[in-house]
């Protein structure tokens, strides 16, 4: 007779992981699967597999023992490493280091937040353990995400000012860690290697969440000036103040000034686009973008276009979402300066280029939407910007292009 063959599932899971036959991580109930799919009420385990009461033996304890070492092998990378992925500015160093850890104390959900990203950095980061280890930090950083999902629901139904910069902190990480799961595919089992969204869709999956982070700041920005995070925000206000087009190399300065042309082509048209009132949000969105242009020229401040999405507005989302190619084209230089964030931020490093690969091809092969000069102009420059040969579509300018009446470029 045949042997079956091994394979790394277990047998041991709940019975909702099984009916759907995923990995369960075996903590519940609730596991970490059925918290991520609302599914508490009906995580169950055989009795067989219940974990034992503590007045059994020493084996809970022992496992308890383990978590606790565990928690604080990724607490103490929080404040050794970790926190340095969401600094921007020299102020940030203090609070996320030291008050938003005193913070977690008090919070659960923040807690459960700076542990899976902890967990998150030491599976994709660490090259000195091996694929087992990061498979297992994978599965600690995945129940972390779920807990600190589940608990941050709550606290949204009541924003106060003593939680808000706690609230606004934890919605921050799980948005990271959502941008950083691309990066998770070379740790996991091929058994749980489904097929992945492309960038340009996760990309619409994270504005979502961008925007769920502008509209925690919004319920109360003056809580967040008298919170522990106002030397943070008020040293970025005083550098926004201080910006200056002059700062921006000839080059960005050029291909700004091309995107700005294209977007008032787009707005001089009049009815060639479905509803007139969208393309406003696009200029908006390409004031804003410049700002980040012109922060990033300052080495002072380093990742403040991690914002964008928050300052250009629901109304940009929408058109984004719906893949409108002008929302996609000013999508394509922001994506720039995301290939440009620093190598601390860890969990965005290729989603730039990525991203405006994805884009540009997108564009390019939409032959009836544009010959503008500047289109395919600010094309080649972001495709150069990021490391990617420049189509030889971008290469062929027709100075004689304009848009078409017929509600198309």
Partial sequence: MQQRKSHKKSRKGCQNCKKRHVKCDEQGPPCAACIARNTESTCNYEKSQLPQDTRDGPGVSSKSDTRRLAELELMHRWSTSTFKCLCILPEDVQYLQIAVPRAAFKHDYLLNGIMALAALEIAIGDD????????????????????????????????????????????????????????????????????RLGMLDRMVLLFNLFLGNGSIVLVNFEWLLNSPAEPSLRAGIALRQKMRPENLDALTTAALARLSSVIDAALACGDSMAIDESLHPYQGAVKQLGECFMLDSDDSIKGFCISFPMFAGPEFALS????????????????????????????AVGVGKQLVLEISEMLLSETQLTTMVEWHQNIAWAREQVGLNPSDDTQKPQPAARIQKNGSF
Wanted: glycine letters at 0%; aromatic letters at 10%.
């Fill in 128 to 195: 000195a353990i091996d694929q087992a280890k990061k498979r297992a930090y994978l599965d600690h950083a995945s129940r972390y995400y779920a807990l600190a999902s589940q608990s941050l629901r709550v606290a949204l139904c009541n924003i106060t000012k003593e939680t808000h910069h706690s609230i606004y902190q934890c919605s921050m990480m799980l948005t990271v860690i959502n941008m950083a799961i691309p990066l998770s595919k070379h740790v996991e089992d091929d058994e749980f290697d489904e097929k």
């Fill in 320 to 347: 984004f979402r719906r893949m409108e190619p002008l929302a996609l084209f000013i999508a394509m230089h922001w994506a720039v300066l995301l290939q440009r964030l620093p190598a601390e931020a860890w969990w």
